[in-house]
């Protein structure tokens, strides 16, 4: 009988561990869901840690134990997608294509809102042009974000789809400021309907990126 009860208490701990894991993670997440709606409402400036510690019902003590600044929050959000960007450029890259999936993707981003820095996008921009520890909390997400991009151009140039004396960088610079572009003017020009003129467009930067005729024969 005397040896019962440590057992017990052992046998427990890893659920307790777990279940108290569980309760953190979702912490954290509402207070991330409660900053993006503050930030899509309000603006980085407009919104305050008193605002999103309302929007998640919680006080402000229990939401700096997770992140102090809107900084952090805004870094966490953006890291929290790396998953999706994963998949969505490996979806993309396998497919026959690139090109047309990439921008086929972004239409499917516009119209679907998967991933909260399609809302947040031109917010998150404009305040890291003037805040510096915004920046570079971000650069690394952007790093990755343009090495993927950067190794996904490579194999579209290597299908034949971009013509090979483009500079690489010059065509990955090119096409990150336009989807920037798409991302600020869906928001700012709803009547332009950028997800459904995105294949439109998509023609357009095939014809710009595109081998001249005979190097495609010279290839065959």
């Known amino acids: 009988m005397s040896d019962a009860a440590p057992l017990s208490a052992h046998a427990s701990a890893p659920h307790t561990a777990r279940r108290d894991t569980e309760a953190r ?10 900053a993006m709606a503050c930030f899509a409402r309000d603006g980085f400036h407009g919104t305050s840690m008193q605002k999103i510690c309302k929007e998640a019902g919680m006080s402000p003590g229990a939401l700096y134990r997770y992140f102090p600044s809107k900084e952090s929050l805004i870094a966490a959000i953006v890291s929290g997608e790396r998953t999706e960007r994963l998949h969505v450029f490996d979806t993309v890259s396998q497919a026959p294509a690139i090109l047309p999936a990439m921008l086929e993707t972004i239409a499917d981003i516009l119209r679907d809102h998967s991933l ?5 996008g031109p917010e998150i921009m404009a305040e890291a042009i003037r805040n510096e520890p915004l920046r ?12 993927m991009l950067r190794d996904m151009l490579r194999t579209a140039t290597a299908r034949g789809e971009i013509a090979p004396e483009l500079d690489s960088e010059d065509v990955l610079v090119m096409l990150q400021i336009m989807g920037d572009g798409v ?22 930067i095939q014809r710009m990126l595109a081998p001249h005729p005979h190097q495609t024969k010279a290839q065959d």
Not at 25 to 34: P, S
């Open 25 to 34: 993670n979702a912490r954290r997440q509402r207070i991330l869901d409660a």
């Open 116 to 120: 909260p820095t399609a809302r947040l």
């Open 136 to 147: 570079n909390a971000i650069e690394p997400v952007e790093q990755e974000t343009r090495d």
């Open 183 to 204: 991302v600020l003017h869906h928001q700012l020009h709803p009547e332009w309907n950028m997800p459904d003129r995105m294949r439109r467009l998509g023609v357009l």
